[in-house]
């Protein structure tokens, strides 16, 4: 067999097992869902919220960094915040975290898990976190150390209205009678939702969040703090296609 017709065969085969994420030369993938359920008490009754999202894990072997880039694991977070209508037109948000470690990882990992030393037995135990969440069906309580930002509109169709809910003081916010009752997380097969929160916000909610954003940069003075609303941002509540 030729040198060309050898390479044919074989640079696909590499090409196949590195997108498969089977582990060749150090690259992994892991993916999951993970459905987030928000329990309200209110004096009608429960009030219920739900939202499936994605988690994909990589890892990159040492030898792959670049500069601060590189050599460990990432991950990303895609789909839309859990939201539940409380009372009528007034609804609570809990945003994604997609700035921090999804928050899974308090749910579902060791509390070593934190750690982000780059040792090769702390990549071993990652591998095995996993390789178990991702087989992984269960429901747990997300501890309040854990707990997303919550957070409400004062009139819905103005998103300069945002104000952040205390979990533990949602009657400070709703009125008497409406407690937060669990923020629950699962490991499950079903697939991600879409489109619950275009229909709780309406077309264009966005842009006009972006169009006052910009007016209030441009008329705010130096080194002024953000109102709450403007330190938020899209990718808090959709993030991924």
């Not at 009657?171 to 929160?197: D, M, N, V």
């Amino acid at each position: 067999m030729s040198i060309r017709h050898r390479a044919a065969i074989v640079v696909p085969v590499l090409l196949s097992a590195l997108l498969s994420g089977c582990g060749l030369l150090g690259f992994n993938t892991w993916h999951w869902n993970q459905k987030v359920t928000i329990v309200v008490e209110t004096p009608a009754g429960e009030r219920v919220g739900q939202s499936v999202q994605s988690i994909s894990w990589y890892e990159s072997p040492a030898w792959a960094r670049l500069g601060d880039s590189g050599g460990w694991f990432s991950n990303e977070l895609h789909g839309e915040a859990a939201v539940v209508e409380v009372a009528a037109n007034k609804y609570l948000f809990a945003l994604l975290k997609t700035y921090d470690d999804p928050a899974g990882n308090k749910v579902f990992r060791p509390a070593k898990a934190n750690s982000q030393s780059a040792t090769p037995d702390r990549r071993t135990e990652i591998r095995a976190e996993n390789d178990a969440i991702e087989s992984l069906r269960e429901t747990r309580e997300i501890p309040k150390s854990a707990f997303p930002t919550l957070v409400t509109f004062e009139t819905l169709s103005d998103p300069s209205t945002a104000r952040e809910v205390n979990p533990q003081n949602l009657e400070s916010e709703f009125g008497k009678g409406y407690r937060l009752k669990s923020i629950q997380l699962a490991i499950t097969s079903e697939p991600r939702t879409s489109g619950r929160l275009q229909q709780v916000l309406g077309p264009g909610f966005f842009q006009k969040w972006s169009a006052q954003f910009n007016a209030t940069i441009k008329n705010a003075a130096a080194f002024s703090k953000r109102p709450f609303a403007f330190r938020l941002a899209q990718n808090d509540f959709i993030n991924g296609g």
